[in-house]
């Protein structure tokens, strides 16, 4: 432990130290997605006092409980993955009814997001317990806070996390996508980031902001139109390195699906006949051979 968490795990006791913590109840901790400055001091102080602490991986809950100073021993760290959660939470159910405090964090960020937790949490309420959030970092809202994806729209935005691996089921996804107006979070690893990028390039002009290695120290976040976001990643391989949240930009303006035909003329600037009429169908619900028929008067000009 250093100093500067010596220090901290002190401030934590005086400032959160003096709240109620009921006992026979889970509290699910958001820790750090890789600064580890952002743990807060209630986190801090209730991962000391908790009697056992459930988390998705002992070795690295193990490693944060040191770093800030915070010893306990191995009987007390609860294995619950999602190979495990059904079974893991019944344990937990059967201590927390024993008035054991328990806490539950995952390997980063908020727990029963995208990570392990949700059964868990749910097995504890239909058990008539009690869930407590410890709230802090999350790379959702971090991606968000930056992307200024609602500075032309404010109707808020839809969390999907990690798209199918499978091709085909990842090509229907983005097809979704390119038919929800509202900012889209999306979450992925760096060994499919390329795949990832090659599928969200139907999606053209669209604006989307990458958040990679947040929090960190070799932090990036850039926002460009999807369809160039596999040529920015070529570029560095820097760039494919890291965890990722990414913010889909929504629509600029909410509206009903329209003919299709002014952004159908923007596309046609840059992009074949055949692309520009998919990208635009794509984006405007409009039928694709009303495009290409427009598509084809557009490239033959005006007649003589």
């Not at 944060?64 to 993955?81: D, V, Y």
């Not at 868990?120 to 802090?136: F, H, I, Q």
Request: hydrophobic residues 50%.
């Amino acid at each position: 432990m250093s100093a500067s968490f010596a220090l901290a795990l002190k401030a934590a006791r005086e400032v959160a130290g003096a709240q109620h913590y009921p006992q026979g109840a889970l509290y699910v901790v958001a820790t750090p997605i890789g600064n580890l400055a952002d743990l807060s001091l209630r986190a801090l102080h209730l991962l000391e006092i908790a009697d056992a602490v459930a988390c998705e991986d002992t070795r690295h809950t193990q490693a944060l409980l040191r770093a800030c100073g915070i010893e306990k021993p191995s009987g007390s760290l609860i294995p619950l993955h999602q190979h495990n959660e059904a079974q893991a939470a019944q344990q937990v159910v059967r201590r927390l009814a024993a008035g054991e405090r328990i806490a539950y964090a995952s390997d980063a960020g908020t727990p029963a997001i995208s990570d392990p937790g949700a059964r868990l949490v749910a097995a504890v309420r239909e058990a008539g317990l009690r869930v407590v959030p410890l709230p802090g970092a999350s790379s959702v809202t971090a991606a968000l806070s930056v992307a200024g994806a609602f500075a032309a729209s404010d109707t808020g935005f839809v969390f999907t996390g990690f798209l199918p691996v499978k091709a085909a089921e990842r090509a229907t996804a983005v097809q979704a996508l390119a038919q929800e107006p509202r900012a889209v979070v999306l979450l992925e690893a760096p060994h499919r980031i390329g795949v990832l990028a090659a599928a969200l390039a139907v999606l053209g002009i669209r604006p989307i902001t990458v958040g990679r290695e947040l929090t960190k120290q070799f932090e990036q976040v850039h926002t460009l139109p999807c369809e160039a976001l596999a040529a920015w990643l070529a570029q560095d391989s820097q760039r494919s390195r890291g965890e990722f949240a990414l913010v889909l930009h929504p629509w600029a303006q909410a509206r009903p699906r329209d003919d299709g035909l002014a952004l159908l003329a923007l596309l046609l600037e840059e992009l074949p006949v055949k692309a520009a009429v998919r990208i635009a169908a794509q984006a405007s619900g409009a039928s694709r051979n009303a495009l290409y028929e427009a598509a084809l008067k557009r490239k033959a000009g005006p007649a003589a």
